[in-house]
């Protein structure tokens, strides 16, 4: 069971926008709308970012969107702040009944 | 409120045993499934296992199959996750999660991770 491909690390300057991707196969990530995102900020627990693909849970800055096109997925964040530079994870459903994360992105606003 | 209260960090000699836990509030527990999440130090997340509190049924990683369980007290609201004998591979960071599934017909579907622990550390050193 492979991760999900991420980039190792996305950076922009405040106020920008930046896309995270994530990759996976028709077995995972195009196969289902179950694709999550997570942020993990130092010493923190994760957090749930978007799920099913593009939804915010409530309390989730509008900032944040999600979308997926066939095997990848995708998560921006528009306005950039300093306060969003963390790692940031994909997950998927799997067909096997399993569930898969991303290598993971760690965002760096400059 | 979601609360998810794991127990505090350990520190294990290789071959010990441990068991952690991971103390729900704030929900029916017996309703939603729970995860639990791997993280070694400077690395991803990985998929460990999740347990249907429910009727306790459970699903594993095989990367993680036969060498930990998972099991759930719902008297106390609590998930466990154990090993019998640790090695130093296992020194990492540990969260529960719970775990939001769909059922459609015949099939269950793993929707996404809404609310997680605090993570336990664990450290495994001779």
């Known amino acids: 069971q492979s991760a999900l491909t991420q980039p190792a690390s996305v950076s922009g300057s405040p106020g920008q926008s930046i896309t995270v991707s994530c990759t996976g196969t028709s077995s995972d990530v195009g196969a289902y709308n179950y694709v999550s995102w997570y942020r993990v900020r130092p010493g923190n627990a994760p957090e749930l970012m978007i799920h099913e693909v593009s939804n915010r849970p409530s309390g989730v800055s509008d900032r944040f969107s999600g979308s997926k096109s066939a095997n990848t997925a995708s998560l921006t964040i528009s306005g950039l702040q300093a306060a969003d530079e963390a790692d940031y994870y994909c997950s998927s459903y799997t067909d096997t009944n399993t569930l898969v994360f991303g290598t993971g992105t760690q965002v760096t606003v400059l | 409120e979601v609360q998810l209260v794991q127990s505090g960090a350990e520190v294990k000699k290789p071959g010990e045993s441990l068991k952690i836990s991971c103390k729900a509030s704030?929900?029916?527990?017996?309703?939603?499934?729970i995860a639990w999440v791997r993280q070694v130090p400077g690395k991803g997340l990985e998929w460990m296992g999740v347990i249907s509190p429910e009727d306790s049924s459970t699903r594993y990683n095989p990367s993680f199959e036969g060498h930990v369980s998972i099991s759930v007290d719902n008297s106390i609201t609590t998930a466990y996750l154990q090993w019998s004998s640790l090695q130093a591979s296992d020194t990492a960071v540990y969260y529960c999660?719970?775990?939001?599934?769909?059922?459609?017909?015949?099939?269950?579907?793993?929707?996404?991770?809404?609310?997680w622990g605090q993570g336990t550390l664990v450290t495994v050193s001779s």
């Open positions: 704030g929900y029916g527990f017996p309703f939603y499934w």
């Open positions: 999660a719970r775990l939001l599934v769909i059922f459609r017909y015949t099939s269950v579907y793993w929707r996404f991770l809404d609310s």
